[in-house]
């Protein structure tokens, strides 16, 4: 090479690597803004304020997983069926790896926990300990930093994934990948793949009804929640009445289902059911509508998953709506429906009131 050549090569190479840095603080840095970051986050010196730096990469090289795919799905459904104990759902974020772990208790409802959280540097000590330095570090930047080696990156996640994840659930995992380009994590989530194949993948939630876009800083345990509300309810939710008879005058309970076992809603959604009720003898007295699910598969066994309270005309018909948020999150819709023993709408625990809703007919 000549000397023209060889300078050309230095100062392509040398644009390539501030390139480079350069893609990583976008990616780290919510803001956008890698001028004002320390100049010896990137190497050949700070962005140019105002402006990018042309690349020869794409921002989001990756394609991530869909968010409600059929094996997502079915990780779902084989909860709720008891044909798996639990589902650990582990996600690998800029701050730290979290590991949530789901159940689902007596009556089918999902429950989560937190099953531990570990900082990126206690993990990987190599890392830099400085937050702004290590989501650098993560999105893939190498700066003027000491660089941390793939093999003992790998060593490292690889030991973690080992201590943290018990082999009983190795075929439970549920990996939360909502990120592309962050070179690290995309790094991690391949070595938990080659450890321990995830039994599905969650990818980003899809943009909100009102056209927002998601964002990635959502919580894990949010994501989780709105992943677990997609389940297939085990039991059917249904609405506790009270009918009386017009010939013997006898008051009987009588249950309507609102939400059969097995539906589920899809991301976002909610599922709304309405019913004509009728109210009691005494005009606009509070009356408690308590909504239940069976604790067995057998039907043995009841629980409350909401009493919410609303007034209603003496003898007159009320339209009433129930929205279905999720397995075992039901409430009633409108602006009368109260908390019993409370003046708050929607909130709160069961307390005093009429116990049952009145019918003077008796069909529903």
């Not at 990126?120 to 893939?140: C, K």
């Not at 604790?295 to 009493?307: E, K």
Request: net charge positive.
């Amino acid at each position: 090479m000549t000397e023209a050549e060889q300078e050309s090569a230095t100062a392509a190479l040398r644009a390539a690597e501030h390139a480079w840095d350069v893609r990583a603080a976008e990616l780290a840095f919510a803001d956008g803004d890698c001028a004002s970051r320390p100049a010896s986050l990137l190497r050949g010196g700070p962005a140019e304020p105002g402006g990018r730096t042309r690349r020869p990469w794409p921002l989001y090289p990756g394609k991530l997983p869909v968010h409600d795919s059929a094996q997502g799905r079915q990780a779902l459904a084989d909860l709720i069926g008891g044909r798996v104990e639990a589902l650990l759902f582990v996600e690998f974020t800029p701050d730290r790896i979290n590991v949530i772990k789901a159940v689902t208790d007596a009556y089918g409802i999902p429950r989560q926990t937190d099953a531990g959280t570990t900082k990126w540097t206690s993990a990987v000590p190599s890392l830099d300990r400085r937050p702004e330095f290590l989501r650098f570090q993560l999105a893939g930047g190498i700066g003027t930093l000491p660089v941390t080696g793939r093999r003992d990156f790998d060593t490292a996640v690889t030991r973690w994934l080992r201590e943290f994840l018990p082999p009983p659930y190795a075929r439970s995992i549920v990996l939360v990948n909502r990120r592309s380009g962050w070179a690290l994590l995309d790094r991690a989530a391949a070595l938990l793949r080659a450890e321990y194949p995830p039994r599905a993948e969650f990818g980003p939630a899809p943009a909100a009804p009102d056209g927002a876009p998601w964002s990635d800083t959502t919580d894990t345990r949010d994501a989780v929640r709105e992943a677990l509300r997609t389940a297939p309810l085990r039991a059917d939710h249904t609405l506790l009445l009270a009918r009386v008879d017009q010939g013997t005058g006898a008051v009987r309970t009588h249950t309507h289902v609102l939400f059969p076992a097995g539906s589920r809603l899809r991301p976002g959604e909610t599922a709304t059911a309405e019913i004509t009720v009728f109210g009691g003898p005494a005009d606009r007295v509070p009356v408690v509508l308590p909504v239940l699910a069976a604790a067995g598969r057998d039907g043995s066994g009841t629980v409350v998953l909401s009493a919410r309270q609303t007034a209603l005309t003496a003898f007159a018909p009320a339209r009433l709506a129930f929205v279905l948020r999720g397995p075992g999150e039901v409430t009633l819709a409108g602006p009368e429906a109260r908390a019993p023993g409370t003046g708050s709408p929607e909130t709160g625990a069961p307390g005093t009131g009429a116990p049952l809703l009145y019918r003077h007919r008796s069909v529903l």
